[in-house]
């Protein structure tokens, strides 16, 4: 009893500290910052930042909307904000307008500038956290496991403190695949695809899906199939969560574990942390 008593009081104190605790959020910031960017990058390669303004130190999450690469638009989930951490939301191009190695070259760039800049707002550049639900999930899982698209900043994918995808593809995105001229029941896997890097050296990742029977076609069994070929491989921090009695968009009983994983890591990384 006395155990539960000094947890519940642990709890109410850290719920009292963030409610006490304001936050500032910064709309339409440029992550890219090259000069010779077109009309349509200028247009949608913005994100907002949401940010904690009496802490430091604190943990990022950048987070990708979903919408098939074809549509969706940036947001700042109100679940997880007042955490006691940022929220990147983040715009990228849509195909048809470009190409699939297009959007994830956007992520890349976004995921980059938080690496450079989250220090400027009081953030831990050792606590950045990529995340995303379906499309989303699925360019947050490319940044992470295809090391090139980070590698063109000078950033190593490794550096991420962990990626949290939600009911993103694991094999090729099937806008992709339409781009070959496949239909979107068959599979495939090539550097479009999270599972052809699985590798032992990857990031913590946790795989967050809905329920297998109600999910989009297949997406559970991809995730369980890259949970498992991680383990092959080596990797040592690879969990898969199932979200029962919910479909594709899964969302609401998803955000509370990606912050429970953004906590589990920040120990990790600062044992002595509160």
Not at 143 to 154: F, H, N
């Amino acid at each position: 009893m006395k155990r539960l008593l000094s947890i519940s009081f642990a709890l109410i104190l850290g719920l009292t500290s963030y409610a006490q605790t304001t936050y500032k959020t910064h709309t339409n910031l440029s992550y890219y910052e090259v000069k010779d960017q077109t009309a349509y990058m200028k247009e949608r390669c913005k994100l907002d930042l949401y940010v904690p303004e009496s802490i430091n130190g604190f943990p990022t999450v950048v987070w990708f909307h979903g919408g098939g690469l074809t549509g969706g638009s940036k947001e700042l989930p109100e679940a997880l904000q007042n955490k006691g951490m940022a929220v990147i939301g983040v715009n990228y191009r849509l195909s048809p307008k470009v190409k699939v190695k297009d959007c994830i070259a956007d992520a890349a760039a976004a995921v980059a500038w938080a690496f450079k800049h989250i220090a400027e707002y009081g953030g831990d550049p050792n606590l950045i956290f990529v995340s995303g639900h379906s499309a989303g999930g699925y360019l947050a899982s490319m940044v992470g496991m295809d090391k090139s698209w980070l590698a063109k900043y000078e950033i190593d994918a490794n550096d991420i403190a962990g990626l949290i995808p939600f009911s993103g593809h694991t094999i090729t995105h099937f806008t992709a695949r339409q781009e070959m001229g496949m239909p979107g029941h068959q599979p495939l896997i090539d550097e479009l695809a999270p599972l052809y890097f699985v590798r032992a050296d990857a990031p913590p990742l946790l795989l967050i899906t809905g329920d297998r029977e109600l999910e989009m076609l297949g997406r559970y069994e991809e995730n369980a199939y890259m949970m498992r070929m991680m383990r092959v491989a080596g990797h040592q921090d690879t969990r898969l969560m199932e979200m029962d009695g919910y479909g594709h968009g899964m969302t609401y009983p998803a955000f509370p574990l990606l912050v429970n994983e953004v906590s589990r890591i920040k120990k990790l990384i600062y044992p002595e942390s509160k």
